[in-house]
C-alpha cells in the first residue's frame, strides 16, 4: 500500500501517530475545562493530524473568538472619544491600560511602604530590647489604604464566604426537597417569593440583622464584610437548591428502590446513591449561584462600604477626577475576568467530580 505522492507508509511511525492523537484526544477535555480549547488543533497538527481538517476546527476555536475582541477593541477605540460626559470624553484602550499601570505601581508602592514601616518598627523594638526596655515593646499593623489588588483580594474573600454559607445551607434543603414531596410542597411557595428581591432589597435588612447582634466585630470578620457576605448568600442560594432539588427528585427510582431493598439506612443511601447521582446538576446550580453572588457582591460592597471592589467602583465615582472613568472602566473589566475564572473553577471541579458535565 502506498501514499498519494507513492510513498510506503511505516507503520511504527503511524502507531506513534495515532498514539500521540490519542493522548490529545483524551487531553482534550481538561484544556477545553481550562479554556484552552484552540491548543487541542495546534497539538492535533503538530502530531500529524491533517492540517486542514485542524485548521477548520483553528478557525472557529481561536482566530473568531480573537476577531471579535479585536472588533470590539477597534469599535470601543472609535466611538469612545465621541461620547462627553461631565469628566471627559470616555476613556479608550490605551487610557484603560494606562491605569491599570498606575493601580499596579500604587500597590507596589504601598507595598514598600508597608516593608518599611515593619523594618522601622523593627529596629525600634530592637533598640529597646537592647536597652532593657523590653515593656516599651510594641508591634503594630501598617495602616495604610488598601491597594487595588488588596480590594480584589477581599472581594474574592467576602464572595467566598456567602458562596460557602449559601452551598452549606441549599444543598441539605434540595435535597430534602428533592426526596420529600412534603418538604418540597412547603418551601417551593417560598422558594419562588424570596427568589427574585433584588440584594438592593436585602441589604437594609441585612444590615440591621448585623448590626444588633454582631456587636463585638473581629478585625478578622469586620461588619462591612459580614453585611456584603450574607446579602451575597441570600441572593445565590437559590439556583443551587432549585438544581440540587431538580436533581434528587430525577434520580432513577430503581436506584432508590434497591437502596430500600438493601435497607440501606438514610445517611447512606443519600451518600452512595443520591448524591452521585444529583452530582452534575447540583454542581450546575453551584456554577450559577457562584456568577449571581459575584454580581450581587458589587452592589452590596457599593452600600455596605465593605472595601473591595464594589467600593473601588463607588470611591471613583464619588472622586470624580479626570482619571476616575479609565480607573471605573478597570475594574469593570476586572470583574468580567474573575468572573469567567471562577465559572472556569467550578467548570474544573464539575469535571473532576462528575461523570457527565454541562456547559
Request: charged fraction near 15%.
Amino acid at each position: 500500500m502506498t501514499t498519494l505522492d507513492g510513498a510506503v507508509p511505516d507503520p511504527a511511525r503511524e502507531e506513534r501517530r495515532a498514539q500521540r492523537l490519542a493522548r490529545i484526544n483524551k487531553a482534550a477535555t481538561y484544556f477545553d475545562v481550562v479554556g484552552l480549547g484552540f491548543m487541542v488543533p495546534l497539538l492535533r497538527m503538530a502530531a500529524g493530524d491533517s492540517p486542514r481538517q485542524q485548521a477548520a476546527a483553528l478557525w472557529r476555536t481561536l482566530l473568531v473568538p480573537l476577531i471579535g475582541i479585536g472588533l470590539f477593541i477597534a469599535a470601543w477605540a472609535a466611538l469612545a472619544p465621541q461620547v462627553q460626559t461631565s469628566l471627559g470624553a470616555i476613556p479608550g484602550p490605551a487610557a484603560v491600560m494606562e491605569q491599570a499601570g498606575v493601580l499596579y505601581d500604587d500597590h507596589v508602592a504601598e507595598r514598600g511602604k508597608a516593608d518599611a514601616f515593619m523594618e522601622r518598627q523593627e529596629l525600634r523594638n530592637q533598640a529597646l530590647i537592647e536597652q532593657g526596655l523590653e515593656e516599651r515593646v510594641k508591634w503594630r499593623s501598617y495602616t495604610g489604604k488598601p491597594t487595588y489588588l488588596d480590594q480584589i483580594l477581599t472581594s474574592l474573600v467576602t464572595v467566598a464566604l456567602g458562596f460557602l454559607v449559601a452551598t452549606l445551607i441549599a444543598v441539605p434543603l434540595g435535597i430534602m426537597c428533592g426526596l420529600s414531596p412534603l418538604v418540597n410542597g412547603a418551601l417551593n411557595p417560598l422558594i419562588q417569593i424570596f427568589k427574585p428581591v433584588s440584594p438592593l432589597a436585602w441589604l437594609p435588612i441585612v444590615t440591621m440583622v448585623v448590626s444588633a447582634l454582631y456587636v463585638n466585630a473581629s478585625d478578622a470578620l469586620p461588619k462591612s464584610l459580614v453585611i456584603s457576605a450574607l446579602t451575597v448568600t441570600l441572593c445565590s442560594l437559590w439556583p443551587t437548591l432549585i438544581n440540587t432539588a431538580l436533581g434528587v427528585s430525577s434520580i432513577d427510582r430503581d436506584l432508590m428502590n434497591v437502596g430500600k431493598v438493601l435497607q440501606l439506612p438514610r445517611l447512606t443511601t443519600i451518600r452512595k446513591v443520591v448524591l452521585p447521582s444529583a452530582m452534575p446538576l447540583i454542581f450546575t446550580g453551584l456554577r450559577l449561584s457562584l456568577g449571581v453572588g459575584w454580581m450581587v457582591l458589587i452592589a452590596a460592597e457599593m452600600l455596605a462600604q465593605n472595601p473591595g471592589l464594589g467600593k473601588f467602583v463607588w470611591d471613583e465615582f464619588q472622586n470624580g477626577s479626570s482619571d476616575s472613568l479609565a480607573r471605573i472602566m478597570v475594574a469593570v473589566l476586572t470583574i468580567g475576568l474573575i468572573g469567567f475564572l471562577l465559572d472556569r473553577v467550578m467548570y474544573a471541579l464539575q469535571a473532576a467530580f462528575t461523570y457527565s458535565t454541562q456547559r
